[in-house]
């Protein structure tokens, strides 16, 4: 069965600092790929997604992953950390069929900034 | 353009009630996905709709059903509700229309506590 480890459950870095948030996952061949933001007490929004090709992807919110085949990871990283990005960043993965694109999550890492 | 619609935003019931959550999904969309996100958790997967019938479930029991319109739109029932079902309910929409692989967007979710 497909799963996904987040191995940090809460992160605290300094406004203005790079951040990198890891994702592991486990899965028969390479699935789709996914970070979701999640503010308190809001839906999930779309950070950014690797479905095939070039390995390093871009988001929103300057954000970019880099899918790693060979450590099955898709850690998410940003070079420069702002207060607003303050929230729980969720990482998923999905199937690479047609049977149905249902999303297998992380547990979920809190990312704290400090001022 | 209007996102992912859920209704209501908050709900209490208490234990064996019954309850009945609304989704529209993006406009475009033809895919509807339920998850259920218990505090400090990821989101799991219920199940997902397409062409008004279920395609997909996750580990749910039976007590949690679904159904789809011909508008698109669907709903989350859940039966003789227990502590455990207490949580916040994410609905995603997708357009899995000519076999596409769409990538999932998410509601703001609707809170429901179960006494």
């Known amino acids: 069965a497909q799963s996904v480890t987040q191995p940090d459950i809460h992160i605290t870095v300094s406004e203005g600092a790079s951040l990198e948030l890891r994702c592991n996952y486990s899965y028969g061949a390479t699935p789709y790929l996914f970070w979701y933001v999640q503010s308190p007490g809001q839906g999930l929004q779309l950070l950014l997604k690797?479905?095939?090709?070039?390995?390093l992807v871009q988001g929103i919110k300057g954000f970019e992953a880099e899918f790693k085949r060979s450590q099955s990871s898709f850690n998410l990283r940003k070079p420069s950390v702002h207060w607003s990005d303050a929230a729980e960043y969720f990482c998923?993965?999905?199937?690479?069929?047609?049977?149905?694109?249902?999303?297998?999550f992380g547990g979920g890492t809190r990312l704290m900034v400090k001022p | 353009d209007a996102g992912v619609t859920q209704s209501p935003t908050h709900l209490i019931k208490t234990r064996g009630q019954q309850v009945t959550l609304r989704c529209s999904p993006k406009s475009g969309h033809d895919t509807v996905s339920w998850y259920q996100q218990a505090l400090g958790q990821g989101p799991q997967f219920i199940f997902q709709?397409?062409?008004?019938?279920?395609?997909q479930r996750g580990n749910f029991p039976d007590r949690f059903s679904g159904h789809q319109f011909p508008n698109y739109s669907s709903e989350l029932n859940v039966n003789a509700l227990l502590l455990g079902d207490s949580a916040l309910y994410l609905c995603a929409s997708s357009s899995l229309a000519g076999g596409g692989l769409g990538t999932q967007y998410f509601g703001p979710g609707t809170r429901l506590l179960v006494l």
């Open positions: 690797y479905f095939s090709g070039d390995t």
């Open positions: 998923a993965v999905g199937p690479l069929n047609n049977a149905g694109n249902m999303l297998t």
């Open positions: 709709y397409y062409e008004e019938e279920e395609r």
